[in-house]
């Protein structure tokens, strides 16, 4: 089985496959899929149908008829209850033979690892005393509050992926968004999937 990803980010390229990867293992370390390379959009195209009709249909060729196709994008100041149906509503229009589900990440991708920051302490130059925001996900520039706390500032291309493959994915869980993402995994695969 395929799963195709699109993503907004130029970070979540690289970080998505890794995190879809390290959900797979915890849910089932014998399943097995093959996870295509993302494809980005724009923010800004991927929430109109010029930009998500197309990247819905590359995916579909992509992952065949058994395949599945999961699209991330960052909420901004949107409402992800509300931006999030809308997009799959959209895309199952698009593609009724294909299994797709969308994942709004509160704020951004980054907010998740906010969320889970003690396991992040002391890694990549974060510090040893790194605790998480009283609101993760209210915070409006994770990225920016990463960077004001690493040594040598946040790089998205560079960082994220590598806090992808370190965060802690159930302190994770604590964040709505996050917990979606497993959900929406488990769903995919017909995994069953733990409470939080």
Same mark, same amino acid.
């Given at each position: 089985?395929?799963?195709?990803?699109?993503?907004?980010?130029?970070?979540?390229?690289?970080?998505?496959?890794?995190?879809?990867?390290?959900?797979?293992?915890?849910?089932?370390?014998?399943?097995?899929?093959?996870?295509?390379?993302?494809?980005?959009?724009?923010?800004?195209?991927?929430?109109?149908?010029?930009?998500?009709?197309? &990247?819905?249909e590359l995916m579909a060729r992509k992952v065949g008829p058994e395949g599945?196709?999961?699209?991330?994008?960052?909420?901004?100041?949107?409402?992800?209850?509300?931006?999030?149906?809308?997009?799959?509503?959209?895309?199952?229009?698009?593609?009724?033979?294909?299994?797709?589900?969308?994942?709004? &990440?509160?704020?951004?991708?980054?907010?998740?690892?906010?969320? &889970?920051?003690?396991?992040?302490?002391?890694?990549?130059?974060?510090?040893?005393?790194?605790?998480?925001?009283?609101?993760?996900?209210?915070?409006?520039?994770?990225?920016?509050?990463?960077?004001?706390?690493?040594?040598?500032?946040?790089?998205?291309?560079?960082?994220?992926?590598?806090?992808?493959?370190?965060?802690?994915?159930? &302190?994770?869980?604590?964040?709505?968004?996050?917990?979606?993402?497993?959900?929406?995994?488990?769903?995919?695969?017909?995994?069953?999937?733990?409470?939080r």
């Amino acid at each position: 089985m395929k799963v195709g990803l699109i993503v907004e980010g130029h970070g979540e390229v690289r970080s998505l496959p890794i995190l879809l990867r390290r959900i797979l293992r915890e849910l089932d370390p014998q399943h097995h899929c093959s996870i295509l390379n993302a494809h980005r959009v724009s923010r800004g195209l991927l929430v109109k149908e010029e930009g998500l009709r197309p &990247a819905v249909e590359l995916m579909a060729r992509k992952v065949g008829p058994e395949g599945r196709i999961l699209l991330l994008l960052d909420a901004d100041d949107d409402l992800p209850c509300q931006l999030g149906p809308s997009l799959l509503a959209q895309a199952r229009g698009y593609r009724p033979d294909r299994d797709i589900s969308v994942v709004i &990440a509160t704020r951004e991708y980054e907010a998740w690892f906010l969320t &889970a920051a003690e396991s992040l302490r002391g890694r990549r130059g974060l510090p040893l005393d790194l605790a998480p925001p009283l609101h993760p996900e209210g915070i409006r520039d994770a990225k920016k509050w990463l960077g004001q706390r690493k040594a040598d500032g946040y790089s998205e291309t560079v960082d994220q992926p590598a806090l992808t493959g370190l965060f802690d994915l159930t &302190a994770a869980r604590r964040s709505d968004s996050f917990d979606k993402l497993f959900r929406e995994v488990g769903r995919l695969f017909g995994l069953p999937v733990p409470p939080r």
